[in-house]
Nanobody, 126 residues
Framework: QVQLVESGGGLVQAGGSLRLSCAAS????????MGWFRQAPGKERDFVAA????????YYQDSIKGRFTISRDNAKNAVSLQMNSLQAEDTAVYYC???????????????????WGQGTQVTVSS
């Protein structure tokens, strides 16, 4: 079981930026496709972005309107989510997730992902 640890969350003003990072354990990171999800209190966990194992394809929730960018560095066993122009509705706990397989397009359902980090809180203030 791969271990995932998110970092980079915090409090930011509306219009600001944050960069979330997810560190994965072990030498097999490149065998997993990766995703970012978020969950606000009382709401379901929702898809944010995903990236294929080699980083050649990315997928995004349409509602982010091009504000977020997912990337990965397999040499560093890390995946990141650059978040710009943050809005109040972006406030949530953000989770890093990993899955096996090569599904294209990548799935957006949390149930299709096998491993999860502990989450990092992102709070956007007005």
């Amino acid at each position: 079981q791969v271990q995932l640890v998110e970092s980079g969350g915090g409090l930011v003003q509306a219009g600001g930026s944050l960069r979330l990072s997810c560190a994965a354990s072990g030498p097999t990171f490149s065998t997993y496709a990766m995703g970012w999800f978020r969950q606000a209190p009382g709401k379901e966990r929702d898809f944010v972005a995903a990236i294929t194992r080699g980083g050649g394809r990315t997928y995004y929730q349409d509602s982010i309107k091009g504000r977020f960018t997912i990337s990965r560095d397999n040499a560093k066993n890390a995946v990141s989510l650059q978040m710009n122009s943050l809005q109040a509705e972006d406030t949530a706990v953000y989770y890093c997730a990993a899955r096996g397989g090569n599904a294209i397009p990548m799935p957006t359902s949390p149930a299709r992902y096998d491993y999860w980090g502990q989450g990092t809180q992102v709070t956007v203030s007005s």
